[in-house]
């Protein structure tokens, strides 16, 4: 506990889990409680009465939220409890036949109040994968299902470094790390990024006072807690109203049972004004129109090849994952404690959505670029140049 | 869904499920879109995180509520919705190695607003049985676990009135008789219930204005549901402070996970003063010093042999089952609806708890006492004779 979430004792802790993740939302549970954990309030997600809805209920209804779930997430912030998510989808291509713009319109298990609880650190709180037999076999398909699902957990231990004596002192010397290039980037003040590749030529602003983030969080409280596990990013809060230019993915995005393939983004001042795909688009883009928000980025994060998971070479189909294996960007809502004046708190980016999707690759250059209009390499081969 | 909970179109519908009833829950929940729900919300309750609780919490904390559970009931009534609750023990003997009393001192998954809801009569909603593997396996301990589970099918199906041609038919027979049933036995008016069998000697007032009630409900907007699907009873709520003599139960009750086998419970004016048991006893001792009222009784119900739960002789372990093969009797909240005074409705009683226990048999009496110590005849051998 202490290396993720960081319970405390006489905590209630949140875990968010789903159908088909029993065993390990269990041990944690158990883990939990053994930490002096007050209450384990797990919620079960199951994915095929999402299906049910998207298959039977009025198109008009599939946006509707019932009060009580945010309500249940902003107690959660106000009676400063533990949060743990765990990722990995338990049933690949259940909605592969449904129309992916309704499918992108019901975005449960998200609710719009969880980036308020986050941006006010009021919750020390981890997300982590848990495989699954059906999210194996969508990862290794050429395995037999066996092989596939003992295949996937070695990754994750691997990346998550439970296979090292002591896996909390291992990752703690990589957040290290990570933090100490985030503090190098900040100094440097640039005043945008300029990612260069196949496919991409795409310039982001970045506001005056964005601060690199990594790793490491603190709750108001003081909590110290690990949000990812793993976590192989350095991200800040750009500046919604510049972006331009066109950006490829680097790799496959699921969104909640619809991978996104082959996609391709056109920015203008700031907005992603055209979203195609080889497969798949509809789904981002009706996320992208759900407000005013959804179609302007909230994150930047740079990743080198120095992480665990990019050098696997294994496409996850999982945010947590595939994010922290290249720089991404994200759709949505910011995190506002990465600008440090209140000016660029202000101008932050608000929305109901967060959705990465990489960008990056050793393939592609990351150039930092001053107020001046000096530019500077950050990234080249994947390697950190500053 | 027009037996059961009569979802209306634009309602939300919650489901209280538990891990192990996935399948028949998404049939519920795809049914209720059909039927035109705006929202199914869907609650996975995992007694296995029960049992982490239970074993590793500390023993003070076992009654602890998150704020947002009452929260959540209390809106499903403010917003009229829909409640659909799914019966049947996932996990038997899960707990048997715990302390019943630690055991007993967690009542979840039920929350005391639930009581309220109901007596309010704001959602319409029903209870019906999802037979599991494992509740299959306690039920039917001779057969292998195949032939265990299509024999609890089949026995679901056949209390449940599945196996006619018309179930909603044949059930709203059976209702319209034990209607009449009750409004005959309203009409008596009798001052108290004498219940006299093999280990039972036991007088039990009424109140003035008690009113039998059975199986089919109206909301205050007018929506008719069943709430208990099977339902072979007919109930009131009895005088919370007149209650003499000894009872000994007549089928085991399961205490979510703990079988309480061999009752035997002494009432001294309206208290239930000893609760002894062959096994279990303190499952259920725990429960009624919840509150005040947790030792009182807040319902009788009387059950013929007509039904078809009693002739098949099967112990379910299930109360929704059980209670309806036999007469009873439950600790706790009373059903404020069944009373017709607001005197005797102020007097009825309040508790956290409801807890029915099994009473009748054919070999107990049930004889009907008048304000003038009159004495009338209502079961013999499990017949009415009113």
């Given amino acids: 506990m202490s290396a993720g979430a960081n319970v405390q004792p006489g905590q209630i802790v949140a875990v968010g889990s789903e159908t088909g993740k029993e065993d390990l939302t269990r041990e944690i549970a158990a883990a939990a409680y053994r930490a002096g954990a007050k209450f384990v309030d797990v919620a079960y997600f199951d994915p095929w009465v999402k299906r049910a809805r998207v298959a039977n209920a009025a198109p008009e209804s599939l ?3 019932p009060s009580w779930y945010g309500d249940r997430v902003l107690a959660l912030g106000d009676q400063r409890c533990a949060r743990i998510g765990l990722t990995g989808n338990v049933a690949p291509g259940l909605m592969a036949d449904l129309d992916p713009t309704l ?29 699954t037999q059906g999210w ?30 002591d896996p909390a002192a291992t990752l703690g010397e990589r957040f290290d790390f990570l933090l100490s290039v985030a503090a ?29 983030v990594a790793a490491r969080f603190e709750t108001v409280d003081g909590i110290v807690h690990f949000p990812n596990i793993p976590s192989e990013e350095i991200f800040t ?42 497969e798949g688009a509809g789904a981002l883009r009706s996320r992208a129109e759900v407000d005013e928000g959804a179609a302007r980025l909230g994150e930047v994060a740079l ?20 994010e922290n294996a290249a720089s991404h960007v994200a759709l949505g809502r910011a995190y506002p404690f990465a600008c440090d004046d209140e000016a660029d708190v202000e101008r932050s980016n608000v929305s109901a959505i967060h959705i990465d999707f990489m960008i990056g ?14 530019r500077v390499p950050i990234l080249r081969g994947g390697d950190w140049q500053i």
């Fill in 63 to 65: 946006d509707f939220v």
């Fill in 103 to 131: 499918v992108g319109r019901d975005m449960l298990p998200s609710v719009k109040e969880s980036g308020e609880v986050v941006g006010a650190r009021t919750t020390n709180w981890t997300v982590a994968p848990a495989p």
């Fill in 136 to 165: 194996a076999t969508l990862v290794h398909p050429d395995l037999d299902p066996g092989a596939a699902l003992d295949k996937l957990w070695g990754e994750i231990a691997h990346v998550c470094r439970l296979d090292s004596d």
């Fill in 184 to 212: 190098r980037l900040t100094e440097r003040r640039f005043d945008a990024l300029h990612f260069e590749g196949p496919g991409t030529d795409f310039t982001l602003g970045l506001m005056p006072s964005s601060r690199w």
């Fill in 237 to 278: 809060t750009p500046d919604p109203q510049r972006a331009d230019g066109v950006v490829r993915s680097t790799k496959p995005l699921d969104l909640s049972g619809t991978v996104v393939r082959g996609l391709e983004v056109r920015f203008e001042g700031g907005r992603a004004v055209d979203i195609n795909a080889d």
């Fill in 303 to 322: 990743v080198d090849r120095a992480g665990r998971i990019g050098p696997l070479g294994t496409i996850f189909y999982d945010t947590l994952l595939d």
């Fill in 361 to 374: 690759s050793e393939e592609v250059d990351v150039t930092g670029v001053t107020t001046e209009g000096d």
